[in-house]
């Protein structure tokens, strides 16, 4: 029989799992010599039985503990090689989340929705897809009039309760009868939303953009009302000193009309200097016509007095933002979306 001392001498030099099992095996495995020689002790006297069984009883406790501790240290080195591989750097910068913000868009028409309301302006959101009644005759365009030809849009295959193909808005004063009827008068109410059109791309027209209409019906309502609140809300809204220029214009669901231009200063970042920008059409407005208010179901005599505006939201955030294509807004590039 192998010596203790031996046994675990070869102990201390097995550095593998496989060469301690094996050894194990020879020892005290189910053949091993130790587990024989247990079986051996029937022939011997029960005096030398008694002896060679504490003998051998204590040499494989020793043995069983001595291979118990050699497995111990294996399985250590095995978690910490493996917390080694594992090993977090918590000194390591942390990876940056990217946050998502408003579109410039979405911000500019809140902001406008916003001092609106400061001004005593009701939000409304009008709908998208409307009837051709509610975008051209409603607002007095009969759907002959040469008006609709600027006008082209997408029509729907859906038809209304007139026979009509439904069509995607082409200005939110489509939404200006239905709110009218809705609330009667006197009225001051917003609507903003997307509007669409068969209009040719260029760095001031899209197919789809988005306007703001106004509707303000009152007694005593005068074209002077209207160019102090129009200046009030676009100085508000462009934080900056805004002139504001109005030319007569055509609408057919206003009389008189008018388009407003503005323009601001700014400061040259070559020279420093102090110039104005170029005028920039952002608005149609005008006196609401008596046809509309009598589609409306309100009487002209009693109440000739108001006015509308549809300002153009793409054009008022290029101006504000300084962005010289109003294409830019909708192209899809997240280098130009990520910039605000
Ligand atoms: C209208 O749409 C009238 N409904 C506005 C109005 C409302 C007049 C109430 C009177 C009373 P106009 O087509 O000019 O008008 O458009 C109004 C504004 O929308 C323009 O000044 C411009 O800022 C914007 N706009 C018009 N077409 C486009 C386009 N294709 N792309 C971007 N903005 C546009």
Same mark, same amino acid.
């Given at each position: ?88 750097? #918590?000194?390591? $910068? =942390? ?6 913000? *408003? ?5 500019? @028409?809140? !902001? ?30 009969? #759907?002959?009039? $040469? =008006? ?6 997408? *029509? ?5 309760? @007139?026979? !009509? ?96 231009d503005a ?16 005028w920039i059409e952002l ?32 054009r008022?955030?290029?101006m ?21």
């Amino acid at each position: 029989m192998p010596e203790k001392n031996q046994i675990l001498n070869e102990l201390s030099a097995v550095s593998t799992k496989d060469e301690l099992e094996t050894r194990y095996q020879t020892y005290l495995g189910k053949k091993g010599s130790i587990t024989q020689q247990f079986k051996t002790m029937g022939s011997l006297s029960p005096e030398e039985r008694k002896n060679k069984g504490q003998e051998l009883s204590a040499l494989k406790t020793a043995l069983e503990e001595a291979f118990a501790e050699k497995e111990t240290t294996f399985l250590m080195s095995e978690i910490n090689a493996l917390l080694e591989k594992d090993l977090v750097d #918590i000194s390591l $910068p =942390a990876k940056r989340l990217e946050t998502g913000h *408003y579109h410039l868009l979405a911000k500019t @028409r809140r !902001e406008m929705e916003e001092i609106a309301q400061s001004m005593g302006f009701r939000v409304e959101m009008g709908k998208e897809v409307v009837s051709k009644f509610e975008n051209f005759e409603a607002v007095n365009i009969p #759907i002959t009039h $040469p =008006a609709t030809e600027m006008h082209d849009t997408i *029509y729907l295959k859906d038809k209304d309760e @007139r026979g !009509e193909n439904y069509v995607m808005r082409t200005h939110t004063s489509s939404a200006q009868n239905a709110v009218i009827k809705k609330y009667g008068v006197p009225i001051k109410v917003v609507l903003p939303g997307r509007c669409y059109r068969f209009d040719e791309m260029d760095a001031t027209h899209d197919t789809m953009f988005y306007q703001m209409e106004g509707v303000y019906i009152d007694k005593n309502i005068s074209i002077a009302n209207f160019k102090y609140v129009i200046q009030t809300f676009l100085s508000g809204l462009l934080q900056k000193k805004v002139e504001v220029r109005m030319r007569p214009g055509y609408f057919p669901f206003v009389e008189p009309g008018f388009e407003i231009d503005a323009r601001y200063e700014y400061l040259d970042q070559k020279t420093g200097e102090k110039k104005l920008s170029k005028w920039i059409e952002l608005l149609g407005a005008g006196m609401i016509h008596p046809n509309v208010l009598k589609t409306a179901g309100v009487n002209p005599e009693e109440w000739r007095s108001g006015f509308a505006f549809g300002i153009g939201v793409n054009r008022v955030a290029a101006m504000k933002y300084g962005i010289k294509d109003i294409r830019y807004f909708t192209n899809g590039d997240l280098r130009f979306l990520k910039s605000f």
